[in-house]
């Protein structure tokens, strides 16, 4: 399996710029599709956006789209989201996830590994 650890949250202003890393550790991180969720308080756990392992498709949430970039660098081992002209609904803890299978975790229900996560404040 792969352990994750998120990085690069923070307070920002409304209209502002956050990006965020999620660095793996084990083997076979490039065979992994990869994911960001976020929750915030009181709220289930929602989906952002996901990059399949060669970063050839991405698909994202409604509620992001236009505004966060997910992107990898498998070498690294490494993906990345971000996040522009942030609102203060963006406002929760963000998780990064991965499935092993190749299949697209767009859903709490088909992650197989969750980071710790990152708390990212938007004010206002």
């Known amino acids: 399996q792969v352990q994750l650890v998120e990085s690069g949250g923070g307070l920002v202003q409304a209209g502002g710029s956050l990006r965020l890393s999620c660095a793996a550790s084990g083997r076979a991180f490039s065979s992994y599709t990869m994911a960001w969720f976020r929750q915030a308080p009181g709220k289930e756990r929602e989906f952002v956006a996901t990059?399949?392992?060669?970063?050839?498709?991405?698909y994202y949430g409604d509620s992001v789209k236009g505004r966060f970039t997910i992107s990898r660098d498998n070498a690294k081992n490494t993906v990345n989201l971000q996040m522009n002209s942030l609102k203060p609904e963006d406002t929760a803890v963000y998780y990064c996830?991965?499935?092993?299978?190749?299949?697209?975790?767009?859903?709490?229900?088909?992650?197989?590994?969750w980071g710790q996560g990152t708390q990212v404040t938007v004010s206002t």
């Open positions: 996830a991965g499935r092993g299978d190749g299949a697209m975790p767009t859903s709490v229900s088909r992650v197989d590994y």
């Open positions: 990059i399949t392992w060669s970063g050839s498709r991405t």
